[in-house]
């Protein structure tokens, strides 16, 4: 999914549970436009989800972006932890405890990627419906790079319950 102009289209799941989440996530999405060779062309609303892995923690509120970049994917990640780092994650050992922003590269076009820091289409995005739910809001049906469809993996976790909250208001004029 490169562009004519040289751009891939990528998403990005937006995730918190800390502080104020939906303004983390607002937060989040001006200073990734604010980098140049980045837009987002699509935003899901907000999904309200239990925790996974670590119970005793608030809900997260979830939510997927589209966007079109220049950037190569290990720049683009780059990016997303300086975002993090920038709105106050503190990165721990401690797997899926709480945060005040997540932001993690879930599609980068049609590549799939296996490096030392970077897996893509993300491990464990076609697992939880917490991703897939507003993936397809913005999307419909697609078909992964390993060539699963969207609709085949929300079938496979339909028991995971996630509740839309209403839309993430962001706009690049923000």
């Known amino acids: 999914m490169t562009n004519d102009n040289g ?20 937060s989040a999405l001006r200073l990734l436009v604010n980098k140049s060779g980045t837009s987002i062309t699509a935003v899901s609303s907000f999904y309200r989800t239990a925790p996974v892995g670590f119970d005793d923690q608030p809900d997260f509120l979830n939510g997927v972006a589209r966007i079109q970049t220049e950037l190569d994917s290990d720049v683009l990640l780059e990016r997303l932890l300086e975002i993090e780092a920038e709105i ?3 990165r721990t050992s ?6 005040v922003i997540d932001l993690d ?30 993936l397809a ?15 085949a993996c929300l079938r496979d976790c339909e028991n995971q319950e996630v509740t839309r909250e209403g839309a993430i208001e962001f706009s690049e004029a923000n």
């Open 7 to 26: 751009s891939v289209t990528a998403w990005i799941g937006l995730g918190a549970n800390l502080g104020e989440p939906q303004k983390a996530i607002q």
């Open 88 to 90: 106050g994650r503190i």
């Open 94 to 99: 401690e797997r899926f405890g709480p945060r």
């Open 105 to 134: 590269l879930l599609l980068f076009g049609d590549q799939i990627i296996d490096s030392d820091v970077l897996l893509v289409p993300h491990p464990r995005m076609q697992l939880r419906r917490f991703v897939l739910e507003p």
């Open 137 to 151: 809001e913005i999307e419909g049906e697609m078909v992964f790079p390993d060539g699963m469809t969207l609709s």
